[in-house]
Structure formats: C-alpha cells, structure tokens
T-cell receptor
C-alpha cells in the first residue's frame, strides 16, 4: 500500500537557519515524489518534483530509495517560506496521488 | 484559464442536511481528484476520475458520500446526510494525464462546517 509520512506537524526555525522537512514513504514499486506548498490565502501548488532534480526558491529534495525518504531542504530559511508543506507520492507513470499529513513551517524573524 | 474552480467557497449547514460541492477542472485535463483536508489527517484522497469515469473511490469514507462527473467540465461531491465530523476543507484538483508531468492543479477549496 502507498503511504506518505511527515512526522512533524509543526516546524519553527529562525530566519537564516537551515530547514529540513522530513518525508518518508512506503511503496512497493517505483514512485514519483513531489512537494506541494500552500502559502497563506493561496492555492496548494507544486513546489518541486524529484524527477526534475531542480531547486525551487532555494529548496531541494533528494529521493533516497534506500531510506525511502524525500526530505525537503533549504540552507537559509526566509520569512516568506512560512507555509504548509505537503509531501506527495504517485506511482511512476500513474496518476493517483496521495499526500502526507503536512508540516507547517514557521520562520521567525 | 481561471484554473480549477470550486463552489461554494464556504458552506455552513446543519447536521442531517444535504451538501453539494462543485468543481470545474481545467479545460483539457482528463484527471479529476477530490481531497479532504483536516488538521488531524492532512490531505486525504477521496476519489478520482479519468475521462469522467471513477477510477478509485476507496477513500470515500462512507455511503453518505458520493461523487459524479457527468461531463469533462463538471464534477460534484455530495454528502447526504451531513454530520459534524464532515467539517473540513474539500479540494478539487485536476491534472493532464498522458503527456503531462503528474502535477495536480488545485482549486481554492470549499470550507464546510456542519453544525
């Protein structure tokens, strides 16, 4: 069965500090992993996909198949990064997408 | 394109009443998803459609919940009768299937409060 686990409901860091939002998944096949973000008063939107291997707004995420993890990282957090972050998984080539419970990131000045 | 459009944005109703949430996906997208967002459980997939056909409704919590997609540009999620524990934000999302990137495009959500 597919499962996405985000162990932290709330993460609070100071501006300029590194941030890591954890995501672990369970899936027997080859997954595609995503991070979505929901800023205040905005729609939930895609932040990045593991296949793209890109950095968006300074965020990166590496798929670690051995540890079944897809943690989201940023070396220097900014106040505008405060938002709700969801890790998501779909089967490679498939379209059913499931989400974790989400982590609320709060970046303090 | 205005993106995925959901209505109503807010709904307050009393226990036992019927609730109907509506969604218009992005034109050309052939997948449509309904999710429920709560503080405790995050985003739960309720059901999704491909080319207007329900593919997986295993996330629908009970028989009180039903969803339809009569055509490519419209879907409804109905709760009858509603209960206080159904209070949540319900999101609709659409995606382009084959040829797409797997990205979901979300509506602004319908916040349901059942008293």
């Amino acid at each position: 069965a597919q499962r996405v686990t985000q162990p932290e409901k709330l993460l609070s860091v100071f501006k300029g500090a590194p941030v890591e939002l954890k995501c672990n998944y369970s899936y027997s096949g080859s997954p595609e992993l995503f991070w979505y973000v929901q800023y205040s008063r905005q729609r939930l939107q895609l932040l990045l996909r593991h296949i793209s291997r890109e950095s968006i707004k300074g965020f990166t995420a590496d798929l670690n198949k051995g540890e079944t993890s897809f943690h989201l990282k940023k070396p220097f957090a900014q106040e505008e990064d405060s938002a709700m972050y969801y890790c998501a998984l779909s089967a490679a080539g498939g379209f059913k997408t499931i989400f974790g419970a989400g982590t609320r990131l709060f970046v303090k000045a | 394109d205005a993106g995925v459009i959901q209505s109503p944005r807010h709904e307050v109703t009393e226990m036992g009443q019927e609730v109907t949430l509506r969604c218009k996906p992005i034109s050309g997208h052939d997948y449509l998803f309904w999710y429920r967002q709560t503080m405790m459980r995050g985003l739960e997939l309720l059901i999704y459609f491909n080319n207007n056909v329900p593919i997986d409704d295993s996330g629908m919590p009970e028989d009180r919940f039903s969803a339809k997609m009569p055509n490519a540009s419209f879907s409804t999620l109905k709760i009858q009768p509603s209960e206080p524990r159904d209070s949540a934000v319900y999101f609709c999302a659409s995606s382009l299937g084959t040829g797409g990137t797997g990205e979901l495009f979300f509506g602004e959500g319908s916040r349901l409060t059942v008293l």
